[in-house]
């Protein structure tokens, strides 16, 4: 059973760059997109973006490019780093498995990102 | 961007009751239509995908219908562990943006 765990840090200061990796168990990062997902406080459910094992990444452009994503086959593990954050990139941030057809399965277990100084 | 709208944004029924949630998408997606279900402080869990398959596990009370644009989620016979936010998603289109929520109360 393919889990998913995930990690980074939980405050960042204003204009820094947040910064989250999640490690894939159990299973290989072929034949699935590995995507990121926030959460604002209260709110509902915001795509970031994903990223494939080939290094292929669709993103929102709703973030106006501060996404960057990468993988690392040898370590099975995915990252994200969002830069320039500000109060609003406050969130919990998922990862997760998925695929066009199937949706999205399982999920990491969520951070909690605040941004303050 | 395909926007996707959930109708009711809350709602409140009881045990036993059927409850329909609709989710509409502002262009045709086919049927890349998903539904997640989520409880306070946990993950969104994938309850079914290409808009009618249920995910293995999930229980059969729980069922998806329609393509194009207008989807629907039916809980058949609520159960109190029902209670929870339910998202849909369209994976038709990037960004693949998700409906802003239905919570069910019961």
């Known amino acids: 059973q393919v889990q998913l765990q995930q990690w980074g840090a939980g405050l960042v200061k204003p204009s820094e760059t947040l910064s989250l990796t999640c490690a894939v168990y159990?299973?290989?990062?072929?034949?699935?997109?590995w995507n990121w997902i926030r959460q604002s406080p209260g709110k509902g459910l915001e795509w970031i973006g994903e990223i494939n094992y080939s290094g292929y990444i669709q993103q929102n452009l709703s973030l106006k490019s501060r996404v960057t994503m990468s993988i690392d086959t040898s370590k099975n593990q995915f990252s994200l780093k969002l830069s320039s954050v500000t109060a609003a990139d406050t969130a919990i941030y998922y990862c997760?498995?998925?695929?066009?057809?199937?949706?999205?399965?399982?999920w990491g277990q969520g951070t909690l990102v605040t941004v303050s100084s | 961007d395909i926007q996707m709208t959930q109708s009711p944004s809350s709602l409140s029924a009881s045990v036993g009751d059927r409850v329909t949630i609709t989710c509409r998408a502002g262009?045709?997606?086919?049927?890349?239509l998903i539904w997640y279900q989520q409880k306070p402080g946990q993950a969104p869990q994938l309850l079914i995908y290409?808009?009618?398959i249920l995910k293995s596990g999930v229980p059969s009370r729980f069922s998806g219908s329609g393509s194009g644009t207008d989807f629907t989620l039916t809980i058949s016979s609520l159960q109190p562990e029902d209670s929870a936010t339910y998202y849909c998603q369209q994976t038709y289109r990037s960004p693949f943006n998700f409906g802003q929520g239905t919570r069910l109360e019961i």
């Open positions: 290409t808009a009618s």
């Open positions: 997760a498995r998925g695929r066009q057809t199937v949706g999205y399965d399982p």
């Open positions: 262009q045709t997606i086919s049927s890349y």
């Open positions: 159990g299973g290989s990062l072929r034949n699935y997109n």
